[in-house]
């Protein structure tokens, strides 16, 4: 029954098994904490929301569920939960954030973190979110009808133009799915802004209590130099982005218990979704990390051109790049792989966290599996700059490593980030 069961499931997709050239690309679901209280909020708001439908990282299939906000006052934790993660309270946390009050005059304010990441938990757990990636990847309706034309299109996209020789190994599909399927990758952000005046303006008291200790012209030239510096420092924004990734757990295993919730209802099979539903799917806490990013253009009449959201546009855009580039240089298994251009190139570049001199591994697949077979390192000379700019379209174009071999052959090999 289960073989039964396989093969009707994969039947669509026996046309389609990739030979040794193929790649996996990674599929990824972004998820915002929707926590934006701060001042201009909505204006970062916006931004964010403009990222993910018009920056979405080119380099990972866009996995998007329903589900894709979390508001942490909605999913505060009982004190029972806390001491279960060996957590009294976020005591340290808070003091942090009074502290940083207290020194501003109560205008500086630091996000909490500290218990970000068990809300989460709770909230994926809850949610059922792992289930809702599963559902999309079998594209499951509330009937229990399924399809495996999400993962057909998904499993082309993956394809490269030189493999797509047709050949009807099921063995090698299951491996495929299962591999494709395994890349799911979901990253929960929490931004929060403040404007750079904030604490330029408590550096400028300082200074002033200092200047107040000398006399006459010594005086007046720090108290000029003091207000010089805050007109300097006090244009545009601070941008602090908190970042925590998770890996949905799917191998063999997991794919054997999945089959056991499909019913044949006749000659059609359907999901029995109170059996998925009982399954226990999970995600995998990989990592977390943080970025932040200095705003230096304001709206003086020099920048007559450009407007709020531009500011805040430009800054979430490009924070949410840094953050990700982050992540992937932490995570080996969250870095994406590139196909190998012709002239020794990479279709990443700045945008990607590049500033030359990053070394990649040139990969080739055997028997499923990337293997190393030498090294290159980037030209930072040659290095594209596809960055998000206000009112700019990022022109076509690639970065170039220093130095090819001749075995790495475009098209048939790839690149991956070691360091």
């Not at 979390?70 to 001491?83: D, T």
């Not at 010089?228 to 295993?253: F, H, I, M, P, R």
């Not at 990989?286 to 009449?301: A, C, G, H, M």
Request: glycine share 4%; net charge neutral.
């Amino acid at each position: 029954m289960k073989k039964l069961l396989s093969l009707l499931l994969m039947a669509p997709l026996l046309l389609m098994a990739q030979d040794k050239n193929d790649y996996t690309r990674s599929s990824l679901h972004l998820h915002l904490v929707d926590d934006f209280s701060f001042e201009s909020g909505d204006y970062v708001l916006r931004s964010y929301e403009k990222f993910h439908k018009d920056h979405f990282p080119e380099n990972y299939n866009n996995h998007s569920i329903d589900l894709n906000k979390i508001r942490l006052e909605n999913w505060q934790l009982s004190e029972e939960e806390m001491a279960a993660a060996g957590k009294s309270n976020n005591a340290l946390g808070n003091a942090m954030s009074q502290s940083a009050s207290d020194a501003t005059g109560g205008a500086l304010k630091i996000q909490d973190n500290s218990m970000v990441k068990l809300q989460l938990d709770k909230y994926i757990a809850e949610k059922k979110i792992a289930h809702e990636l599963i559902k999309k990847w079998w594209s499951i309706k509330a009937d229990g009808s399924f399809s495996n034309a999400y993962i057909t299109s998904r499993t082309l996209e993956n394809e490269s133009v030189e493999s797509a020789a047709l050949t009807a190994v099921q063995d090698m599909q299951t491996d495929v799915i299962n591999k494709l399927i395994s890349n799911t990758f979901v990253v929960f952000t929490r931004l929060y802004y403040i404007s750079n005046a904030v604490p330029a303006e408590v550096v400028r008291q300082a200074a002033y209590v200092l200047a107040e200790e000398l006399s006459g012209m010594l005086r007046d030239a720090a108290m000029k130099k003091a207000d010089q510096a805050y007109e300097k420092a006090s244009e545009g924004y601070s941008v602090w982005s908190t970042s925590w990734l998770y890996k949905l757990d799917w191998d063999q295993s997991v794919f054997d218990l999945f089959l056991t919730t499909i019913e044949l209802e006749g000659d059609t099979p359907k999901i029995n979704l109170e059996k998925l539903n009982a399954l226990s799917f999970n995600l995998e806490f990989l990592n977390q990390q943080k970025s932040t990013s200095l705003v230096t253009f304001s709206l003086k009449e020099e920048d007559k051109n450009r407007t709020q959201d531009d500011i805040f546009d430009r800054s979430t855009i490009r924070n949410m790049d840094k953050v990700l580039f982050k992540l992937q240089k932490k995570n080996d298994v969250f870095k994406p792989v590139f196909p190998l251009r012709d002239g020794f190139a990479i279709a990443a570049g700045t945008k990607e966290g590049l500033e030359g001199d990053e070394v990649f591994d040139v990969l080739e697949v055997k028997k499923g599996e990337y293997k190393s077979i030498g090294t290159m390192k980037v030209d930072k000379k040659r290095i594209w700059n596809n960055s998000f700019e206000i009112g700019k379209d990022v022109e076509p174009g690639l970065t170039y490593f220093k130095k090819g071999n001749k075995k790495f052959i475009p098209g048939i090999h790839y690149v991956k980030l070691k360091k």
